[in-house]
């Protein structure tokens, strides 16, 4: 559930005009459009895929990219 004395709080705080211009024109907006309606079939078959392969553990990690990364530069 939203707290919304927390977003209150947020909002007050922010001095990004930039941020809230876009929380003030999502707010006002008749139509929530869901980002993954904007995705192409195909981008979307892509993003499915991929969770599939996150959660059968086919996945490597930053840190363990970033490392195999290393060693190979020093081939």
Same mark, same amino acid.
Not at 18 to 37: F, T
Not at 40 to 53: C, I
């Given at each position: 559930? %939203?707290? $919304?004395? &927390?977003?209150? /709080?947020? %909002? !007050?705080?922010?001095? =990004? &005009?930039i941020v809230?211009?876009?929380?003030k024109n999502?707010? /006002? +907006?008749?139509? %929530?459009? @869901?980002?993954? &309606? @904007?995705?192409?079939? &195909? @981008? /979307? =078959?892509?993003?499915?895929? +991929?969770?599939? /392969?996150? $959660?059968?553990?086919?996945? %490597? +990690?930053?840190? !363990?990219?970033?490392?195999?990364?290393?060693?190979?530069? $020093? $081939?």
């Amino acid at each position: 559930m %939203i707290d $919304k004395q &927390e977003l209150h /709080q947020l %909002i !007050n705080t922010c001095d =990004n &005009e930039i941020v809230l211009a876009e929380v003030k024109n999502l707010l /006002q +907006s008749e139509e %929530i459009k @869901d980002w993954w &309606e @904007d995705l192409a079939e &195909e @981008d /979307q =078959n892509l993003v499915m895929e +991929s969770e599939m /392969q996150y $959660k059968n553990g086919n996945f %490597i +990690s930053h840190n !363990n990219l970033v490392r195999q990364f290393e060693e190979w530069k $020093k $081939k």
